[in-house]
T-cell receptor
Framework: SQKIEQNSEALNIQEGKTATLTCNYT??????LQWYRQDPGRGPVFLLL?????KEKRKERLKVTFDTTLKQSLFHITASQPADSATYLC???????????FGKGTRLHILP | ETGVTQSPTHLIKTRGQQVTLRCSSQ?????VSWYQQALGQGPQFIFQ???????GRGNFPPRFSGLQFPNYSSELNVNALELDDSALYLC?????????????FGPGTRLTVL
């Protein structure tokens, strides 16, 4: 069956360190993968999109990698801050029907 | 430029009732997608509307239906409400269909079915 898995339900990281979140998928061959941030009671906010032919993408303190062989994307936040605390969702294209499929998300806590 | 808005913010209904949720898309966007997000889960795709036509549907029963209007705003209707329909309902607008497009989400409508 097709699955998207995001590492552990919650991740605690010390302020200033790099937070690394994982998104693994099986039985998909997406052309794109997206990362969103969601704060409690709010809708998700788009952060980054990476294409299958891109190995890495950066935006300010954010970096995303996409390994189609491992079927994995890593999302990094460098020099993390308490304001980065949120749930981070990965989403990919279901290549069978061009729909977006979301993972469950990882709750990230940056500890001061 | 206004963002995506949704109404109402919260709603409480009883089993068997019907509900209509509303979404105004971001200016210039002709595509609206609806998602259901249960507590602790990621958003689940319900359906998408593009230029007033349904343009794809997820694994939701026919009692979930929608509309898109000429101004690209949209409604989600749910008939015969069940307890499991309790969730945050999100709409998202984008410049056009296609999974490569950034989606702009509204704040959601929290539906509770008793």
């Amino acid at each position: 069956s097709q699955k998207i898995e995001q590492n552990s339900e919650a991740l605690n990281i010390q302020e200033g360190k790099t937070a690394t979140l994982t998104c693994n998928y099986t039985n998909y061959s997406p052309a794109y993968l997206q990362w969103y941030r969601q704060d409690p009671g709010r809708g998700p906010v788009f952060l980054l999109l990476i294409r299958e032919n891109e190995k890495e993408k950066r935006k300010e303190r954010l970096k995303v990698t996409f390994d189609t062989t491992l079927k994995q994307s890593l999302f990094h936040i460098t020099a993390s801050q308490p304001a980065d605390s949120a749930t981070y969702l990965c989403a990919l294209e279901d290549d069978r029907d061009d729909k977006i499929i979301f993972g469950k998300g990882t709750r990230l806590h940056i500890l001061p | 430029e206004t963002g995506v808005t949704q109404s109402p913010t919260h709603l409480i209904k009883t089993r068997g009732q019907q509900v209509t949720l509303r979404c105004s898309s971001q200016s210039g966007h002709n595509t609206v997608s609806w998602y259901q997000q249960a507590l602790g889960q990621g958003p689940q795709f319900i359906f998408q509307y593009y230029r007033e036509e349904e343009n794809g549907r997820g694994n939701f029963p026919p009692r979930f239906s929608g509309l898109q209007f000429p101004n690209y705003s949209s409604e989600l209707n749910v008939n015969a409400l069940e307890l499991d329909d309790s969730a945050l309902y999100l709409c998202a607008s984008s410049l056009s269909p296609g999974t490569h497009n950034e989606q702009f989400f509204g704040p959601g409508t929290r539906l509770t079915v008793l």
